[in-house]
Structures are given as structure tokens and as C-alpha cells.
């Protein structure tokens, strides 16, 4: 029989995977949403479709360095020197936004912006930063940090190894750091020693490139960020002139942590876009995975395993953007930040947990994106200070008894 004249009923479209439920981005100004969504496009057309390729293959994709410029987000949080400002709810969302696609991507950003350029923007003098900050921010230098050592990671704030001697106005480096994030091919180190003489931790910035006694070996065979290029750095009487120690600090672990402070919290960020990367992945792929003749996604403990994602993912969003409000206040503290961190972290090796086992077979493959999620989530777990530090520092607030030792 034709259907000539009849109306068809055509089958209702199906809601496009959302992870912005309770719509945190529309709380910010239009030029600040801009960004995001500039950000967000830039993710999902040039970084998604070679993303895992570079990923299998344990590299960078340089091939994006020039598109990534353009985006100016370098230094984004950060006011004058060349840097575009913005409110440190925007600097969240651009994480959230990055980890959503690639949380390695996300994280060569974080090291580049958070780490080295935020370093020199704290603890730098007025010199320093007018003399560093505006190349990093155009992205003609490009920055690492390096306090994790071989044989130290969680003990860095009492036990660094790396030493500094002062001789004249030069500095003397010797020891070896580990783990440290663009430091195989970026210009720039954030180097974070012991001075023998006061016995307290100093920041060098040291150049890659071009200083005698400085070497990097790339870290090979990692299972997450596969993409993000870590190294192991050698300092073998790495010499550095005294003008290039940040001076602008307390000169001791106190800047450390206070670095540290603002990036834990993009750590929180981070998890959270990661979050949220696997679980629109997962939920895509359970509208259009057919089994028993019907999508998975028409399953009831299907939905129960997406639903708990999105708590999971909401309950985060909510927690980061609290944090925020507190950052912008002035008011974070070190253990309001370390709760995110461990919070959002843990949250999301469940999240990815969930999604990997809702792809079945397909989870561990990763073309469809949701094994990178799920074994990126490992490393963010683990960097920025561990579960275990993060609850420590949380416990230490709350207590007032120190666990550290
Ligand atoms: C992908 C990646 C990127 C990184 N990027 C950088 C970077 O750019 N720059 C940089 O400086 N570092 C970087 N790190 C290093 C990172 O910060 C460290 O790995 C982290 O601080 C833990 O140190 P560790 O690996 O030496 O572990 P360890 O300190 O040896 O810890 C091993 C285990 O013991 C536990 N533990 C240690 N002490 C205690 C205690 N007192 N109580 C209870 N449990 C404890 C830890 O929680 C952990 O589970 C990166 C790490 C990774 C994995």
C-alpha cells in the first residue's frame, strides 16, 4: 500500500550528549563564553580527528602548534605581560573544555600556562616578567616545571635532592628531575632546587636549549597522556646567572606550594572535562549500539550507569565552580584545593570506569575515544600531589594533627 498523502510519523530525534546538565558556562559573560566555545570548536575539528593516532604512537602533534596560537589562551588568567586576563572561572572552563576532547592537549596547556608561566607570574620580579612572560604568551617559548625527582615525588616540600650553590652572581644545578611535562622539546625550565647554603627551595629558570650541562630524556612506554612528552631532566654544573632565579617570592617551598595551589585546582578541572569527554562518548555510543534488536541505551541498567556518570560529572562542576568563587575571592586555601583535586580525581576513575564497561569490547580500543579517557584519568589521579598527599593536606586542615611523616 503507498503511503501517498499520509502522514509518516518520524521518529523523534534523539537529545545530543550534553555535559553541561545544570549549564555552568552559561554563567559567563558572552565575551568570556566566546572563548569556551572558540576553545571547544578548535577541539573538536582539528584536535578529535588525529588525536588518537598521536595518542597510539606515544607523540606530540606539532602540526597543531600554529592553529593552537591562534587561540591565545597562553597565559590566559594572567593579567598584562603580553597575556589575554580573564577570570579564573573562564581559565576552568578552557580546562574542563580541553579535557573534554584531550586531557593531553589539556595538560601540555596547564604546564605551558599554569605551571611555568604562572611560576614567573607569582615569584617573578617586575623584570622578569616583563622580560619572560610576553614570549611564552605568544607562544615563541614554550615552558615546563620541574620539582618531581627519580627517587622524590610526593616528599618534594622537605626533601628535594637537587642542589643549588651560589657562586658570585652565578648559580650552580646539579641533580636530575622526573616526569616533567614538554620537557623533551620545550625551551624553557621552571627548575626548582635546594640552595646549600640556607637549605631552603629556590626557583631557576633555566633555558633548555642553549645551557651547557642540561639534558632530557624522554620517559618511554607510558600507558596515559600519551601525547603529553615527559622527560627526565639531567642538571649536570648547570650554570645560571642570579637574574634568572625568581626573586619576586619568599624564596623558600612557600612558593612552591603557592603555585602548586592554583594548578591543583586545574587538575580538579581537568578531571572533570575528562569526565565529561567519556561519558558523551559512552552515551552517543549507547543510542547507537544495537543488541537484543534494541540500543543499549534503551536498557534500564544502561541509563543507571549514564545517570551515575552524570552525578558524578555534575557533583564535580558544582564543587570546582565553588572553588572558583572562593579562588576569585582570594579565599581558596591550600585544603579547599586539594579536595577538589582528590574529589574530581577519584570521581573520575569511576566515571571512565563505567564508560569504558558500557562500550564493552570496543572500551579497550581506542578509536573510540573512551580508552584514553579511561587511562589518561590514571595520570591525572596521580600528578599535581596524589590522592594520599591531597588527603593529607585535607586531613592535616580539618584535624589539626599533621600525617605527613
Ligand atoms: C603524567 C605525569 C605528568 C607529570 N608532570 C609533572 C611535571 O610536569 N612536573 C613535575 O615536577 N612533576 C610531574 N609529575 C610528577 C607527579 O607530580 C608525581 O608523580 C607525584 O607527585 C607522585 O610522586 P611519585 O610518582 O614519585 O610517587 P611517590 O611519591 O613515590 O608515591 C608512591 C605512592 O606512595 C604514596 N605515599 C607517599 N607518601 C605517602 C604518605 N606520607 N602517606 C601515604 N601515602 C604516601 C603516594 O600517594 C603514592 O600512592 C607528573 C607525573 C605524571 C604521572
Given at each position: 500500500?503507498?503511503?501517498?498523502?499520509?502522514?509518516?510519523?518520524?521518529?523523534?530525534?534523539?537529545?545530543?550528549?550534553?555535559?553541561?546538565?545544570?549549564?555552568?558556562?552559561?554563567?559567563?559573560?558572552?565575551?568570556?563564553?566566546?572563548?569556551?566555545?572558540?576553545?571547544?570548536?578548535?577541539?573538536?575539528?582539528?584536535?578529535?580527528?588525529?588525536?588518537?593516532?598521536?595518542?597510539?604512537?606515544?607523540?606530540?602533534?606539532?602540526?597543531?602548534?600554529?592553529?593552537?596560537?591562534?587561540?591565545?589562551?597562553?597565559?590566559?588568567?594572567?593579567?598584562?605581560?603580553?597575556?589575554?586576563?580573564?577570570?579564573?572561572?573562564?581559565?576552568?572552563?578552557?580546562?574542563?573544555?580541553?579535557?573534554?576532547?584531550?586531557?593531553?592537549?589539556?595538560?601540555?596547556?596547564?604546564?605551558?600556562?599554569?605551571?611555568?608561566?604562572?611560576?614567573?607570574?607569582?615569584?617573578g620580579t617586575?623584570?622578569q616578567?616583563?622580560?619572560?612572560?610576553?614570549?611564552?604568551?605568544?607562544?615563541?617559548?614554550?615552558?615546563?616545571?620541574?620539582?618531581?625527582?627519580?627517587?622524590?615525588?610526593?616528599?618534594?616540600?622537605?626533601?628535594?635532592?637537587?642542589?643549588a650553590?651560589r657562586?658570585?652572581?652565578?648559580w650552580?644545578?646539579?641533580?636530575?628531575?622526573?616526569?616533567?611535562?614538554?620537557?623533551?622539546?620545550?625551551?624553557?625550565?621552571?627548575?626548582?632546587?635546594?640552595d646549600?647554603?640556607?637549605?631552603?627551595?629556590k626557583a631557576f629558570i633555566?633555558?633548555?636549549?642553549?645551557?651547557?650541562?642540561?639534558?632530557?630524556?624522554?620517559?618511554?612506554?607510558?600507558?596515559?597522556?600519551?601525547?603529553?612528552?615527559?622527560?627526565?631532566?639531567?642538571?649536570?654544573?648547570?650554570?645560571v646567572p642570579d637574574e634568572n632565579r625568581l626573586q619576586?617570592?619568599?624564596g623558600?617551598?612557600?612558593?612552591?606550594?603557592?603555585?602548586?595551589?592554583?594548578?591543583?585546582?586545574?587538575?580538579?578541572?581537568?578531571?572533570?572535562?575528562?569526565?565529561?569527554?567519556?561519558?558523551?562518548?559512552?552515551?552517543?555510543?549507547?543510542?547507537?549500539?544495537?543488541?537484543?534488536?534494541?540500543?543499549?541505551?534503551?536498557?534500564?541498567?544502561?541509563?543507571?550507569?549514564?545517570?551515575?556518570?552524570?552525578?558524578?560529572?555534575?557533583?564535580?562542576?558544582?564543587?570546582?565552580?565553588?572553588?572558583?568563587?572562593?579562588?576569585?575571592?582570594?579565599?581558596?586555601?591550600?585544603?579547599?584545593?586539594?579536595?577538589?583535586?582528590?574529589?574530581?580525581?577519584?570521581?573520575?576513575?569511576?566515571?571512565?570506569?563505567?564508560?569504558?564497561?558500557?562500550?564493552?569490547?570496543?572500551?579497550?580500543?581506542?578509536?573510540?575515544?573512551?580508552?584514553?579517557?579511561?587511562?589518561?584519568?590514571?595520570?591525572?589521579?596521580?600528578?599535581?600531589?596524589?590522592?594520599?598527599?591531597?588527603?593529607?593536606?585535607?586531613?592535616?586542615?580539618?584535624?589539626?594533627?599533621?600525617?605527613?611523616?
Amino acid at each position: 500500500m503507498g503511503t501517498e498523502g499520509k502522514d509518516i510519523k518520524q521518529p523523534k530525534p534523539l537529545p545530543a550528549p550534553n555535559s553541561d546538565f545544570y549549564e555552568f558556562a552559561e554563567t559567563l559573560p558572552a565575551e568570556e563564553l566566546a572563548i569556551v566555545k572558540k576553545v571547544r570548536a578548535y577541539m573538536e575539528t582539528k584536535v578529535a580527528p588525529i588525536i588518537n593516532k598521536y595518542w597510539a604512537e606515544d607523540s606530540f602533534p606539532f602540526e597543531l602548534l600554529p592553529s593552537f596560537k591562534e587561540l591565545n589562551i597562553a597565559g590566559l588568567g594572567l593579567e598584562g605581560y603580553g597575556c589575554p586576563g580573564g577570570s579564573p572561572l573562564l581559565v576552568g572552563l578552557v580546562a574542563m573544555e580541553m579535557a573534554r576532547t584531550d586531557t593531553s592537549m589539556a595538560t601540555f596547556w596547564g604546564v605551558h600556562t599554569g605551571l611555568a608561566m604562572e611560576s614567573i607570574y607569582l615569584v617573578g620580579t617586575e623584570e622578569q616578567k616583563q622580560k619572560w612572560l610576553p614570549p611564552m604568551a605568544r607562544m615563541e617559548k614554550i615552558g615546563c616545571f620541574a620539582l618531581t625527582e627519580p627517587l622524590v615525588g610526593s616528599g618534594t616540600a622537605g626533601g628535594l635532592t637537587t642542589t643549588a650553590k651560589r657562586e658570585g652572581d652565578t648559580w650552580v644545578l646539579n641533580g636530575q628531575k622526573r616526569w616533567i611535562g614538554n620537557a623533551p622539546w620545550c625551551d624553557i625550565s621552571i627548575v626548582w632546587a635546594r640552595d646549600v647554603d640556607d637549605n631552603q627551595v629556590k626557583a631557576f629558570i633555566v633555558e633548555n636549549k642553549t645551557t651547557p650541562g642540561f639534558s632530557v630524556e624522554k620517559i618511554q612506554n607510558k600507558i596515559a597522556l600519551k601525547v603529553v612528552q615527559n622527560g627526565q631532566i639531567t642538571l649536570k654544573d648547570v650554570r645560571v646567572p642570579d637574574e634568572n632565579r625568581l626573586q619576586g617570592g619568599k624564596g623558600s617551598f612557600r612558593d612552591t606550594a603557592l603555585v602548586l595551589r592554583g594548578t591543583r585546582h586545574g587538575s580538579a578541572w581537568e578531571a572533570t572535562g575528562l569526565q565529561m569527554g567519556a561519558y558523551e562518548n559512552a552515551l552517543k555510543y549507547a543510542q547507537e549500539r544495537l543488541q537484543f534488536g534494541k540500543p543499549i541505551g534503551s536498557f534500564q541498567l544502561v541509563q543507571e550507569l549514564l545517570a551515575k556518570m552524570l552525578a558524578n560529572i555534575v557533583a564535580c562542576q558544582c564543587m570546582v565552580a565553588r572553588s572558583v568563587q572562593l579562588e576569585t575571592e582570594g579565599k581558596l586555601n591550600d585544603a579547599q584545593a586539594a579536595l577538589a583535586k582528590a574529589f574530581c580525581t577519584s570521581k573520575a576513575r569511576e566515571t571512565v570506569s563505567w564508560a569504558r564497561e558500557l562500550l564493552g569490547g570496543n572500551g579497550i580500543v581506542v578509536d573510540y575515544n573512551v580508552a584514553r579517557f579511561f587511562a589518561d584519568a590514571e595520570a591525572i589521579y596521580s600528578y599535581e600531589g596524589t590522592y594520599q598527599m591531597q588527603n593529607l593536606i585535607i586531613g592535616k586542615a580539618i584535624t589539626g594533627f599533621s600525617a605527613f611523616v
